[in-house]
């Protein structure tokens, strides 16, 4: 990214906050003057003293004078100097953290509203993302810091040193101003080298953080198959990358310094002896060594500073592009906003809730087809089910009709309107989920049960328990509907994703393996519920439990990712096929025969 591109991205951030930006490039141009006002103090000093010398004949009084005089001034302008250096620390630091929430906040925003298919890219799992935002904000106020604190104040300062050399003397002007390009160039060439070295740092960092991440979330499993050994090599390697590319990232640089360094004393002796030479001559005072030397020091202050600068700003760069490309992903943006009916359009005030997939294909972001020319029909008010070996799609076509994904080919229609032209959050508004993994927030049960209605009363969260038969035992827990819902069991957790959907109580509703992990009689408790609510909602289960498929309007047979067969129980078990074969060793796991005479007797 270059230094263009940086800038135009940040400025819309960046522009709220012009009036600390006027104010700090104010004071920046008062501390390069400032800056100046020693180097031209001490050559006043040095030239009075050899006067006085030469003379012999200043009172005791006179030197007294010049003294106090010369301390006067160099005090104040070290008092105002603190000052102009705080007001910039302060303006700067407070842009800092101002950008730095901005950004923080902006790229929040942005990465909820994409598309779930950006969550399925490796380079954007959990803990990489994580990383990248972090150093992102991180180097990029670090870099709006540095340019006010030290950038943009030390070369107005060098600049206007140089300017009062080539005033003075313009070869003492120019021996300053050589070593620029030479500097230049070996900064340029350790930039070249270091580039490489810190896109692999940037990556190592990102891979570091997500592999720590996926450590802590699978801990019950590597210690359940003692992998701790081989979880600790792993994370091992990864550091050991790491440190090896930060140590080589190092090693360039201490090489480069080095060569700057001898740049640098090259244009101390180059301005030393030229002013020599022109004193002793006699074009110049005495003082002129010390002002000449004071002054270069100042235009060399930042280009020895250079490399520092330059440093830290490639590796914002290399962060920042990665932050950028990041919250500016359009492609996968739901884009709410723009869809051509947003939830005003009255057409979601009357709508039935048909929903068709039509020649639907679908592959996701890694390569693996899920979906092959599948038609569909959900039909308003009824229930329809799809059945399927493990892996068959059945998940990936729910996710793709509530609009987490899109159709790689073919269309999917809601009301006869394609399913694009909706708001994706409308459509989610209006549908119902349960998956088959629910995800439990950190907080109460209270708090993780109203999620499903944020403005919900005590009283509703309380019913929505109940129909999740979930209320007595919520009683039991120390405390209550205070308690950390983390605690649950795999059981209690689904139905708290089962009460969720009662207290949204949406028109349609998509179920997802519903009843997985609950015991028998908690199964019969929720399927009876769900019952309830299915009456006259557009329902689309997912289930390998014979009983919530049999019950079913149309049920759907899927296998590798196609549809192989629909009708009702009755007529797809009569065709025979994988629904004869799924149902019949439902049955068998069942002992369907030795159940039926224990219990009917
Ligand atoms: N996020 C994903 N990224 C890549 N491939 C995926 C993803 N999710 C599912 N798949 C693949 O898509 C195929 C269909 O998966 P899907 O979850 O839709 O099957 P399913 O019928 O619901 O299975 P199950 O009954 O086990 O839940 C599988 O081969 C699976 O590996």
Not at 201 to 225: D, M, P, Y
Not at 282 to 295: D, R, V
Not at 573 to 594: H, K, P, Q, V, W
Request: aromatic fraction near 8%; charge should be positive.
């Amino acid at each position: 990214m270059s230094t263009v591109t940086l800038i135009k991205k940040l400025w819309p951030f960046v522009q709220k906050y012009r009036q600390s930006l006027i104010g700090a490039f104010i004071l920046t141009g008062v501390g390069a003057l400032l800056a100046q006002v020693t180097p031209l103090v001490m050559e006043y000093t040095v030239n009075t003293v050899q006067e006085i010398l030469d003379k012999k004949n200043q009172t005791q009084e006179q030197i007294a004078w010049i003294v106090g005089g010369l301390v006067m001034v160099l005090f104040a302008k070290e008092i105002v100097n603190l000052l102009v250096q705080l007001g910039q620390k302060f303006l700067s630091d407070r842009l800092r953290f101002r950008l730095a929430a901005d950004l923080h906040n902006y790229s929040i925003k942005r990465m909820v509203s994409y598309h779930l298919s950006f969550f399925a890219l490796s380079q954007n799992q959990i803990g990489k993302l994580e990383k990248r935002i972090d150093k992102g904000i991180e180097s990029l106020t670090k870099t709006v810091k540095n340019l006010f604190v030290d950038i943009v104040p030390m070369f107005a300062n060098a600049l206007l040193a140089l300017a009062l050399m080539y005033k003075k003397n313009i070869w003492v002007g120019v021996c300053a101003t050589l070593i620029m390009p030479l500097y230049a160039l070996i900064s340029r060439e350790q930039s070249k080298r270091q580039k490489l070295i810190r896109r692999n740092i940037q990556q190592f960092r990102e891979e570091k953080a997500n592999t720590l991440f996926n450590l802590i979330e699978s801990i019950f499993v590597v210690k359940s198959f003692v992998r701790e050994e081989y979880e600790t090599g792993r994370q091992w390697k990864l550091t050991q990358q790491l440190s090896d590319s930060e140590v080589k990232h190092h090693r360039t640089n201490y090489l480069f310094d080095g060569l700057k360094s001898i740049a640098e004393q090259l244009g101390v002796v180059m301005v030393f002896v030229v002013t020599i030479y022109f004193v002793l001559n006699q074009q110049m005072t005495i003082g002129a060594i010390l002002l000449h030397l004071m002054l270069f020091n100042n235009v060399s202050a930042p280009v020895r500073h250079l490399h520092r600068i330059y440093d830290e700003y490639s590796e914002a760069l290399t962060y920042a592009e990665g932050f950028f490309d990041m919250i500016e992903n359009n492609s996968y943006l739901e884009n709410s906003q723009s869809k051509t009916i947003n939830p005003r359009h009255p057409v979601h005030k009357s709508f039935a809730g048909t929903f068709e997939m039509k020649a639907v294909d679908f592959v996701y972001p890694n390569g693996k087809q899920a979906l092959k020319g599948v038609n569909l029909h959900l039909e308003a008010g009824k229930t329809t089910a799809l059945v399927g070996l493990s892996g068959a799609g059945k998940s990936s076509a729910m996710n793709l009709l509530a609009g987490f994904y899109s159709p790689t080919r073919g269309e999917i229609l809601l009301d006869g309107k394609p399913l694009t032209g909706y708001d994706p959050h409308w459509i989610r508004r209006n549908v119902g989920l349960v998956m088959q993994k629910n995800h439990i927030f950190s907080g109460t049960i209270e708090e993780n049960i109203r999620y499903g209605k944020l403005e919900a009363t005590p009283d509703e969260i309380v019913a929505a328990a109940k129909q999740a038969s979930l209320h007595e035992q919520i009683l039991q827990m120390p405390n209550g509907y205070q308690t950390e819902a983390k605690a649950l069991s795999g059981g209690q957790q689904q139905r708290i994703a089962i009460a969720r959907l009662f207290l949204k109580n949406p028109p349609i509703i998509f179920l997802d393996e519903p009843t997985a992990s609950l015991d028998a009689i908690t199964a019969e408790q929720i399927k009876d519920s769900i019952d309830a609510i299915k009456k006259n909602r557009t329902v689309l289960i997912i289930s390998h439990s014979i009983s919530q498929i049999m019950d079913a309007d149309q049920i759907y047979v899927m296998q590798e990712g196609e549809i192989i067969g629909k009708g009702s129980h009755e007529t797809l078990y009569a065709a025979g096929g994988l629904y004869r074969e799924i149902i019949d060793s439902n049955a068998r796991t069942l002992n369907i025969g030795r159940l039926a005479a224990t219990v009917l007797g």
